[in-house]
């Protein structure tokens, strides 16, 4: 079993920055590669980026590329995202995930064995 603990996220104007903090806890979350997703409503949950524990490999949606970055605190067990430059259409519900796999290329909700509870980003323009 593993939780999920996210914290962050509020309300930022347009090409502000905020950052997202997951909390990972349980058996093996070594072996688990972590990611974020978001689902904006209306819409279908959806791939941000996902994270090893092991190594510097990431992997960023092409939507938040060169905005959006993902990073982690071995120590802490925790994964961070850092998002600037937003954009209105960055609104959603935003998720911590974790998948038993070493595959950072994990985008389809579906592959997803652990999610946390969601936390609100709402950017105004």
Do not use: H
């Not at 996210?6 to 104007?13: H, K, N, P, W, Y």
């Not at 058996?27 to 819409?43: C, E, H, L």
């Not at 060169?66 to 998720?95: C, H, Q, W």
Request: with cysteine; net charge positive.
């Amino acid at each position: 079993q593993v939780q999920l603990v996210e914290s962050g996220g509020g309300l930022v104007q347009a090409g502000g920055s905020l950052g997202l903090s997951c909390a990972a806890s349980g058996r093996a979350i070594s072996r688990y590669t972590m990611g974020w997703f978001r689902q904006a409503p209306g819409k279908e949950r959806e791939f941000v980026a996902t994270i090893r524990w092991t190594g510097a490999y990431t992997y960023v949606a092409d939507s938040v590329k060169g905005r959006f970055t993902i990073s982690k605190d071995n120590a802490k067990n925790t994964v961070y995202l850092r998002m600037n430059n937003l954009k209105p259409e960055d609104t959603a519900v935003y998720y911590c995930a974790a998948r038993y796999s070493a595959s950072i290329t994990y985008t389809r909700p579906e592959l997803v064995d652990y999610w946390g509870q969601g936390t609100q980003v709402t950017v105004s323009s």
